[in-house]
C-alpha cells in the first residue's frame, strides 16, 4: 500500500504469533520498511538504548504491548524515559479493553495513541499515511 523508506518499526509484544500477525500487516502496509520484533521486552530495551537516538531524520514507530510478564508496556516507557528517542512515535498495542490503559495511553506524553489487537489493515494502513 506505502512504499517507504521514510519510516521503520519496534514491536514489542510477548506472543509470537501476534508478532507474526503484525509484521505481516505492517509488510504489506509500509512496503519496504524495516521491522524489527522482539518478544522479550528486555532485549528491545537494550537494541533501542544501543541503536537509538538516530539523527538520520526516519521515523520509527514502536508498537508496544501493554500486558506483557516481568516488564509490562508501560514499565518498557518507564526504562525509556531517560533515552533520548528522537523521533519515536510510540502506540500502545492491546487487547486490553480495560478504560483505563486508554486513559494511562492518553495521559502519557511518550504516547501517541491505543491500538486495540490484532491489527486491521485499512485502519493502521491509514494511520501509518498519518505519519508518511
Known sequence: MIS??????????DDPINNFIC?????ICA????????TNPQLAIDYI??????ADGEKTILLLD???????????????????LGSFIT?????????KDKEKAEQNPM???FIEK??????FSALIKQHM
Open 111 to 113: 504516547v501517541s495513541g
Open 31 to 38: 512496503i519496504g520498511a524495516p521491522v524489527k520484533a522482539f
Open 66 to 84: 501493554i500486558n506483557m510478564p516481568v516488564l509490562n508496556g508501560w514499565n518498557v516507557l518507564d526504562k525509556l524515559a531517560g533515552v533520548t
Open 118 to 123: 490484532p491489527l486491521d489493515l485499512e485502519p
Open 49 to 54: 538504548r544501543d541503536n537509538y537516538p538516530l
Open 4 to 13: 517507504s523508506n521514510a519510516v521503520r518499526f519496534i514491536l514489542i509484544d
Open 23 to 27: 509484521e505481516s500487516i505492517l509488510r
Open 91 to 99: 502506540y500502545m498495542l492491546t487487547s486490553s479493553i480495560d478504560m
